[in-house]
């Protein structure tokens, strides 16, 4: 009797340290990366394999465009992704879908983010040139809300500004190089290309940081079943960032070979400052959603605490 007592006991002292040491299988990610300079600290995490640190397996998805990137996610076939404050407030107009989490990018008193620049030739030098100049934009984006701000912030009216659509960034760069278009809004570092060719800055965001800004999003199903494989994204994401800040030509290489810069700019190209955790401000959503109320795309109110969330944040 001993000795059968004895043999259960140990039967399940075995079973119950086989369910004590069994592994957890890490939760999994997919996120849409554009081929931008912004989500260089995700392919720095991946290299550094500070994603696997954390517990967290994350699927980097190349996407060429924003529209491209927006199909996967109404497909449900992403979790997160590179987005911005305006696109995020035409996602959640009619109910909550992604929520944002961080930012990717912000505009700093030294390193611009965007920049409205005047074709070679064109004359146009100062803001007053722009009154009344096509400028190539995407549409409700970012791209055309900083047009808005910096222009208006430089004296123009609502009147003055005017905007034409051109959505893909290499379709601006040489319509604007070819003096189709006189004017063009570029991000960073596109815009050096253009500089190189002869294009002239207009005005840039240096001026007014707080208006330009990318973010990770996260779809709210994500949020809901995969907290913490969230948080451990984010944890993974500042420490790629401290290794940005820390040592900016470390990574020469990487932002080449994920064709995040071009190669003729990366002489003379010195790596912006990458934001530490932190989340959009109240007064920054309200700017944005504003905006998009005054273009018509958003009816009524969207609440910050239906798409900003720093909860996730290390």
Do not use: F, H, Q, W
């Given at each position: 009797m001993r000795k059968v007592l004895s043999f259960f006991m140990a039967l399940v002292f075995i079973t119950l340290a086989g369910?004590?040491?069994?592994?957890?299988e890490p939760q999994s990610l997919k996120v849409a990366v554009l081929p931008v300079l912004d989500v260089l600290p995700l392919y720095v995490a991946e290299a550094q394999g500070y994603f696997e640190k954390n517990g967290v397996q994350v699927e980097l998805v190349p996407v060429g465009s924003a529209p491209e990137r927006d199909q996967l996610m109404q497909a449900g076939q992403i979790d997160g992704m590179l987005t911005e404050l305006v696109?995020?407030?035409?996602?959640?107009?009619?109910?909550?879908?992604?929520t944002v989490v961080r930012f990717a990018r912000t505009a700093t008193a030294k390193y611009p983010l965007f920049r409205i620049l005047a074709a070679k030739g064109s004359g146009i030098t100062t803001p007053a040139g722009l009154a009344g100049?096509?400028?190539g934009v995407s549409d409700l984006t970012v791209i055309e809300y900083t047009t808005d701000r910096l222009l208006e912030k430089a004296g123009l009216t609502e009147n003055d500004i005017a905007t034409i659509s051109v959505p893909k960034i290499p379709d601006r760069l040489a319509l604007l190089g070819a003096g189709e278009l006189k004017a063009a809004n570029l991000p960073d570092p596109v815009a050096s290309v253009a500089i190189q060719n002869g294009a002239v800055v207009v005005i840039d965001d240096t001026s007014y940081p707080e208006i330009s800004n990318s973010v990770y999003a996260f779809n709210n199903e994500a949020i809901r079943n995969k907290p913490e494989a969230v948080r451990a994204f984010l944890t993974a994401?500042?420490?790629?960032?401290?290794?940005?800040?820390?040592?900016?030509?470390r990574w020469n290489d990487l932002?080449?070979?994920k064709k995040l810069i071009p190669p003729n700019v990366l002489a003379g190209y010195?790596?912006?400052?990458f934001p530490t955790a932190a989340v959009p401000s109240r007064e920054q959503f309200a700017d944005a959603l504003a905006w998009v109320q005054a273009k018509g795309a958003v009816n009524g109110t969207i609440s910050y605490e239906s798409c900003v969330d720093a909860a996730f944040l290390p």
């Open positions: 369910c004590g040491g069994a592994s957890k696109v995020t407030l035409l996602y959640n107009r009619e109910m909550p879908k992604i100049v096509p400028i994401v500042e420490e790629a960032v401290a290794d940005l800040n820390r040592d900016k030509t932002m080449v070979e010195t790596l912006p400052d």
